[in-house]
């Protein structure tokens, strides 16, 4: 068979998550939360169930979830969006993702994106023709080098790739990394993904700067997210997208004959849960504190920690510990050590090794004293 995709590999998360349960380690590899999600979410979900609220949810979302979306931007980021032309429900963020590339990406268009970069965005680009253009962020404060971007674009530039708080990375971009791309953007005839599923996960006070918040912007750019993320409930896979009227119709085309409509009690659950805005609001605080906690309990280890300033994800340098490649190094720490991690070589076109490991601290505090006390023993 001639393969679209010859050299792709089962995703990371999946190879260490399997490693892990094999290996029986704690596995602070792939992205969830350990502990469960609230109970009122779980109820309203049975609620809806019960209610009869099974068949196929509109195209573009439940109303009310959609409304309330619209309704959080616009009290967040003071621009608005159209519940009906510019809001669509999706199959969490990475089938928004994906649905926003399959739309605008054509045979022989360049794409660029930051690594280290979230595993799905070169894939995706390159199944439909595309062309991917990486460019490194600058180790270890994973800036962008704002004269290299502007050297890579050229008039086949067809898509910018953005995620902030960026995974794996921790890194929280500021206006200021808006301003510069919308500068250098402003007369080209190019797209961009703003990938902002940990957008209620920045710590120390740090903003989450929404491309929302770039209204000049708003007529090429899809914003993608993540309830997965919100209410701790990865599994539903449930998100939205964000563009503009026009570029919405183009990406409905698409999503309406690959997904049609998403899962429809938990739109409404969601939708019910999110009334209350603390339980969004929170989440801030909640996993600044699960960082503080494990970040305190690294710092007695020879690791050299990256400081994480948003997400559920730090990251430190092992070099202290061993010469393997991080690969190696993550497998080894899985079955010798049983805590699991992901290294952030998955993370770059061309396996680039920072001997850099990237830690999930989503996890109940017994699971981080635990994970802590064998990487103290190290
Ligand atoms: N983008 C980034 C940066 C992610 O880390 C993830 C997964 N956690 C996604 C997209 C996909 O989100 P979802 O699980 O909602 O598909
Ligand atoms: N986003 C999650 C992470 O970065 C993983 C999601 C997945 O397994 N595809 O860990």
Same mark, same amino acid.
């Given at each position: 068979m001639n393969s679209k995709l010859p050299h792709l590999e089962t995703t990371i998360f999946t190879a260490m998550s399997k490693l892990a349960n094999e290996n029986q380690a704690i596995n602070l590899a792939q992205g969830f939360p350990d502990f469960d999600p609230h109970s009122s979410l %779980? &109820?309203? +979900?049975?609620?809806?169930?019960?209610q009869n609220y099974n068949q196929y949810a509109p195209m573009i979302g439940v109303e009310k979830l959609r409304n309330f979306i619209v309704a959080k931007v616009e009290k967040l980021h003071q621009t608005v969006y159209h519940p009906e032309n510019e809001v669509t429900i999706t199959n969490g963020a990475s089938q928004a993702i994906f649905t926003a590339i399959a739309a605008v990406i054509e045979k022989g268009? &360049?794409?660029? %994106?930051? =690594?280290?970069?979230?595993? +799905?965005? $070169?894939p995706a680009v390159e199944m439909f023709g595309g062309i991917v253009k990486p460019i490194r962020l600058t180790y270890p404060n994973y800036t962008i080098d704002y004269t290299k971007l502007k050297e *890579? %674009?050229?008039? $086949?530039?067809k898509l910018v790739i953005f995620n902030n708080p960026n995974n794996p990375s921790g890194k929280i971009f500021t206006k200021d990394d808006l301003i510069q791309i919308e500068t250098i953007l402003k007369d080209k005839n190019c797209y961009i993904i703003s990938d902002e599923v940990y957008e209620h996960m920045t710590f120390d006070q740090k903003e989450h700067?929404?491309?929302?918040? %770039?209204?000049? *912007?708003?007529d090429r750019i899809f914003i993608t997210a993540s309830f997965g993320k919100l209410c701790h409930v990865t599994g539903w896979k449930v998100g939205y997208v964000l563009a503009?009227? &026009? +570029?919405? $119709? =183009?990406?409905? $085309?698409?999503?309406q004959f690959n997904v049609f409509s998403v899962h429809t009690p938990s739109q409404y659950a969601i939708a019910n849960y999110l009334d209350d805005e603390h339980n969004y609001q929170e989440l801030n605080d909640f996993f600044q504190q699960k960082r503080d906690y494990f970040v305190n309990g690294l710092s007695t280890t020879r690791f050299e920690i990256i400081p994480s300033e948003g997400t559920y994800f730090v990251s430190a340098n092992y070099k202290n510990y061993s010469d393997l490649n991080d690969r190696a190094f993550a497998e080894e720490l899985t079955i010798k050590n049983k805590v699991a991690t992901i290294p952030f070589s998955a993370f770059y076109h061309d396996k680039f090794d920072e001997n850099v490991i990237r830690f999930c601290f989503a996890k109940q505090e017994e699971t981080l004293d635990a994970a802590l006390e064998r990487l103290n023993k190290l």
């Open positions: %779980i &109820e309203s +979900l049975n609620y809806y169930s019960y268009d &360049e794409v660029i %994106i930051f =690594e280290p970069a979230y595993d +799905l965005y $070169k *890579l %674009i050229t008039d $086949k530039t700067q929404s491309f929302a918040r %770039i209204p000049s *912007l708003k503009g009227a &026009e +570029l919405m $119709k =183009e990406f409905r $085309k698409v999503h």
